[in-house]
Every structure is written in C-alpha cells, then in structure tokens.
C-alpha cells in the first residue's frame, strides 16, 4: 500500500490532496505515448515507415512495459505451425499407445446470447491437447441432415502417416465409422447423432494412437 | 484446349473452393483451378481487403477461425484473462478487418505474410485485453474539481499534461520516479525493486516522489485540477 503523503495548503487555503493527484495522474497517465498493441505488431511486421518506426524502436528500448509486449509478441510469432498448415512429424503417431488427450478450453459458443436449441447454440469449439499435438474440435449442425451434428476439426503438430478418425462408443476400441485426415490436418464426420463418444485418431497400421473421451454431441 | 483463367474472373464461390481444395488433396477441381489453387486463398484476402468483399471476409473467416482459435488457446496470456477463446478469435478477425489497408496488403504481398497479420492480430487482441486490466483507476470522488467551470488543465491532452508534470522534475532519479509511477504504473516498492542499480531502497522513492508532490502543487494550473478546496 502507498505511504500517504501529507496533505498541504496551498496558498488561497484549499488543500492540496496529493493521494488524489497520484491517482488521477497514474490514471490519467498510464501508457500514454506507448504504441498500441496493434501498432507495436505492424512495426514487428516492417509495417511501419520512418520515422515512426525509429521512434518505436526508441521507446521499446526506453519502455519496459514496451519492451516486455514486444518480446512477448516475438515469442508468440516465433511458434510453429503458427502461420502454416501443420508440419509433419515422421512416425510419432507411431510411437504412441493410447494418448488421452486434456481438454484445453471448454466448449465455445459462436454466440453469448443464442437461443437453446438453435444452430447458433449448438455450435461449439473445444481445444484439446495431447503430447506434441493440438486438436481443435467445431460440433455444428449438419445441413445435409438437420437432426444430426458434423464434428469438424483440425490436427496440428502431426501428419506424417496416414491418420484416420473416428466416432467410437465410450471405451470401445473400434470407430462406428472413420474417415482420413486430409494433408492439411484437417477431418469431417457427418451425420454424427447426438450423444457421448470417445473421438478415435490412429495411424494406419492401427495402432492405437489418441483418444479423445466424452465428447457429448448435443441435441 | 484451356482457355486461360485468371483467379480474378472466378467467382467468389469457385475461388473459395480453390482456396479450400488448397489445402487438401487435389480431387475433382479443373485443371487449371488446382493450378492456380496456392494462390486462390491469397485472393480471396485481396477481395475481401481491397475490394471489401464482405462475402470473401466472411469465407476466410469460416476457413480459418479453428487455426485462430488454436493461436489464442496457444498465447501465454490467455489463460490468465478469463475470458473466452472464441471472444478473443472474433476480435482478431475484426482488427484484421479494420486495421489491415489495401496499402498495407499490398505490402505483405503473401499468403504467409497475411496469416502472420493475422496471427499478429491474435497477440493484439489479448495484450490490450491485459492492458487494460492494468490501467490505473482514479478515486473519482476524491478528486472532483471544486471549480464549476473547466481550468485549463482539465482540457489539456495526456501529452500536454506530461509535459506539466515533467517539467517539474529537476534531475534524471525524479524523472524515472515520476514516469514509473504515472505513466508505467509501478508502485513505489516496485520501482525501487525494479532499478535496485539506481535507488537506494524504497524509501528514497518515496523522498523524491514528495519532494515532486511539494513542488507541483505550488504549480497553480495542477493545483486547480488535482486539488479540492473543501
């Protein structure tokens, strides 16, 4: 907590409140000539021109707040796969028994305020990670037939072998049906009916390879 | 014989296809479609920022919010914000969207180059998220200006006001004093931790911090502003 600094009279008799200028100055003040963040990502990108780029590159220097989202930002583009399609990674799938793969982030709705039931709501995206590999999962309607769910998604990290995916009931080794990941990662199950599954990604040659658990397909 | 067909001569439809085909095995698309396939995403951009297609937009949208949502759920700071991958994702579509000039697209001139704008747009959007998670509030009841009419000082910019404060400090220790705590947001003790080389301990922060309180409120203009006169 700030030590408080002692109130003082001014000349005409009023107090000076110091604790209130601090405040309002710290509000008032705060990052007032740093670059926004999206000027700061252009000037990475060699989008800016002269001199405004000399002048961010001053104040990264001079700012550690800067200089802190700056790194951070170089960090962050410096991911793989980042701005590619996946790379392979010859025969990891391979090497693999039975990956259980963590659910990152819990299911996403395309819209705050859809109305239960509607196409909106049943729309959701999930993020799963299971070692080296992310999987992105988007459970939307299926307009070829309007009663059932598509389950979209999209590997990142593999792609070597040939994979292939599949809905299975919960514990079962065998997929109700499969279909192959494109080269891009990329994979479509249709027609899925609504309930609990264990999504199924193997490699070829079948073995084992990451089990996605309890993904519920809603009504 | 093929006619020669440009990308620019498709439809949006048709390019949307390329552009999906591209990333997959080539199946069943014409010859000269799979051709020109590498390019059709990079055309479907150019529609939707030089020709504000919002059509075009909305397909690249569908085509890649799962790689954006994969980058948001990937960025160090989202998991600290409490907020939802998808709300973060939507937002960077939409700087893209405003931010991102015929000018500046032509500049780029790639595919890669725009996925790196766009993934640029991704950290963006979660940085200003913390930024302002961070940005100091002000006590407004304790600082209501007594006077009924605006001073001067209420109407000046940010930078106008820096220029008031900082010319009030004398020496380069009250100048970092002073930015550190109003334009970085440091607290005392985080300040003298943080330039441990130039200040002796925290307690000297506080000296030179009421040192620079004493004289700027003799400055009348800051007196009138930040001061009440009950």
């Given at each position: 907590m700030n030590e408080p600094i002692k109130s003082t009279d001014s000349a005409d008799g009023s107090a000076f409140q110091p604790e209130a200028f601090v405040n309002r100055a710290a509000a008032w003040l705060f990052r007032y000539d740093c670059p926004d963040s999206l000027e700061l990502g252009e000037y990475y990108l060699g989008l800016v021109a002269e001199p405004r780029r000399v002048w961010i590159k001053d104040h990264i220097g001079a700012c550690p707040l800067c200089a802190s989202d700056f790194a951070g930002l170089k960090s962050f583009m410096a991911q793989t796969d980042a701005n590619e399609q996946p790379m392979a990674r010859p025969g990891i799938l391979d090497k693999i028994q039975w990956l259980i793969a963590e659910l990152l982030q819990p299911p996403q709705t395309g819209?705050?305020?859809?109305?239960?039931?509607s196409d909106e709501a049943v729309r959701a995206l999930r993020a799963y990670s299971a070692g080296d590999y992310e999987i992105t999962l988007d459970v939307s309607v299926d307009s070829a037939h309007p009663d059932h769910r598509q389950v979209t998604g999209l590997i990142l990290g593999a792609l070597d072998t040939p994979i292939t995916i599949g809905l299975a009931f919960?514990?079962?080794?065998?997929?109700?049906s499969t279909v192959s990941l494109d080269d891009a990662g990329n994979f479509i199950l249709t027609d899925v009916a609504s309930g609990t599954y264990d999504l199924l990604i193997r490699s070829v040659d079948n073995s084992p390879s990451i089990r996605i658990p309890d993904l519920v397909i809603p009504l | 014989m093929h006619a020669e067909i440009s990308?620019?001569?498709?439809?949006l439809r048709e390019v949307a296809a390329a552009c999906a085909e591209s990333q997959r095995?080539?199946?069943?698309?014409?010859r000269l479609v799979a051709q020109e396939a590498p390019n059709a995403c990079l055309e479907l951009f150019r529609r939707a920022i030089k020709e504000r297609d919002q059509a075009a937009w909305d397909i690249i949208y569908e085509q890649y919010r799962r790689i954006v949502f994969s980058w948001v759920s990937r960025n160090p700071v989202f998991y600290s914000t409490g907020e939802s991958a998808e709300y973060f994702a939507q937002d960077a579509f939409m700087r893209m969207w405003r931010h991102l000039t015929p000018e500046k697209f032509d500049r780029l001139n790639d595919l890669r180059s725009l996925m790196a704008y766009l993934k640029m747009c991704v950290n963006s959007t979660l940085i200003d998220f913390m930024r302002r998670q961070d940005q100091p509030t002000e006590e407004l009841q304790e600082t209501t200006p007594h006077a009924e009419e605006p001073s001067a000082v209420e109407q000046l910019d940010r930078a106008q006001l820096w220029q008031l404060v900082s010319g009030q400090v004398q020496n380069d220790k009250e100048w970092l004093v002073v930015r550190g705590l109003f334009v970085w947001g440091y607290k005392p003790n985080e300040l003298s931790t943080k330039y441990d080389s130039v200040f002796r301990d925290v307690k000297e922060v506080y000296t030179i911090r009421e040192n620079v309180m004493n004289r700027l409120r003799r400055n009348r203009a800051i007196r009138e502003y930040f001061g009440t006169n009950d």
């Open positions: 819209l705050a305020f859809a109305v239960r039931g919960p514990g079962e080794v065998e997929a109700l | 990308l620019e001569q498709l439809s095995s080539s199946t069943n698309q014409s």
